[in-house]
Every structure is written in C-alpha cells, then in structure tokens.
C-alpha cells in the first residue's frame, strides 16, 4: 500500500511546494501590525530597568521577590510593559506589576490582592 494514493499526488505536489517557498521574514520584528505599524521604543532591558527603579522608589524590597518577567502589550495604538515581581513567598497578594508606557515612561504600580 503506498502512502500517497493514486488519486491524490497533486495534494503532496502542494505541500511540498508551499513548503519549500516559505521563508521567514527577517525583517518583521516587534508586535504584530495594527491599523499601522507600530514598533516599541523602550527594549526589555530598559522597561525592567525602570520599573525596577520605580519598585526600589516606592519602598519595594526585590530580593524578597523572584526576578521579573517581563510582557508587552498592544492596546490600540498604545504600547504598554508589564513587569511582574512574584513574592519568594507563597502567600496571597505578594506579588505586584508595573506597567510602563511605552511611549511616555510612564510608570504606574500595581498591588497584588
């Protein structure tokens, strides 16, 4: 029995084709594309850098929490950092985020509950 049918040797044609055509994109970078193309004016170093001063600022101990992580976000036209600092402790509300403003640098801090 062989594994492509008689009846269907153009269906492999195809995805043979279609595989060996696609190439990725080396300049595509950044979020996927909105009503235009938006890019992020900070990096990930530079929004953790911020937000880890801003933590420091507002009387935030970091080596009671693990390293951030770090996502970004599209809203619309609006680019926003989300930084993450989960508490070494495993306890209820030992956590908290900031949020940077992609385009401002703007910081605002998020409590955990």
Do not use: H, I, R, Y
């Given at each position: 029995m062989s594994i492509v049918t008689p009846c269907r040797p153009w269906l492999l044609?195809?995805?043979l084709l279609a595989s060996a055509c696609w190439?990725?994109?080396?300049?595509?970078t950044g979020p996927p594309a909105t009503a235009e193309s938006h890019y992020s004016r900070?990096?990930?170093a530079e929004a953790t850098e911020l937000a880890?001063?801003?933590?420091?600022r507002q009387g935030r101990d970091l080596q009671q929490y693990h390293p951030a992580v770090v996502s970004?976000?599209?809203?619309?036209?609006?680019g926003t950092w989300w930084v993450h600092f989960n508490g070494r402790v495993s306890m209820p509300g030992n956590h908290f985020a900031i949020a940077?403003?992609?385009?401002?640098g703007t910081m605002q801090l998020h409590a955990g509950r």
């Open positions: 044609a195809a995805a190439q990725p994109n080396p300049k595509t900070l990096n990930v880890v001063k801003d933590a420091a970004f976000s599209w809203q619309g036209t609006e940077v403003d992609d385009a401002t």
